[in-house]
Nanobody, 122 residues
Framework: QVQLVESGGGLVQAGDSLRLSCIAS????????SGWFRQAPGKEREFVAA????????FYADSVKGRFTISRDNAKNTVYLQMGSLRPEDTAVYYC???????????????WGQGTQVTVSS
């Protein structure tokens, strides 16, 4: 089992930046691909970004490409999501995930955090 705990969410203004963190415990985190998803009220959970187990490959949704950066520090069992140029449409609960063979498909991920709220005001 892998336990994931997100932090760093909050209320910001459009154009601001925010960094989310996800700390893992349990099984060896460095063995797992990791990712971020988000879910806005009334919408399905959607892929945001993912990173391979060794950090060598990253993947982004078109809506965040060029604005968000995913990274990881396996020595700290932590994955980050640096978010810049935030927009009101980025408002959602952001979830950390670990363990998948299909980065883009939410139900392919094995482990999930509880989520952290990000609200971007206009």
């Amino acid at each position: 089992q892998v336990q994931l705990v997100e932090s760093g969410g909050g209320l910001v203004q459009a154009g601001d930046s925010l960094r989310l963190s996800c700390i893992a415990s349990g099984r060896t985190f460095s063995n797992y691909n990791s990712g971020w998803f988000r879910q806005a009220p009334g919408k399905e959970r959607e892929f945001v970004a993912a990173i391979s187990w060794n950090g060598g490959n990253t993947f982004y949704a078109d809506s965040v490409k060029g604005r968000f950066t995913i990274s990881r520090d396996n020595a700290k069992n932590t994955v980050y999501l640096q978010m810049g140029s935030l927009r009101p449409e980025d408002t959602a609960v952001y979830y950390c995930a670990a363990g998948t063979t299909n980065y883009y498909l939410a139900n392919s991920w094995h482990y999930w955090g509880q989520g952290t709220q990000v609200t971007v005001s206009s």
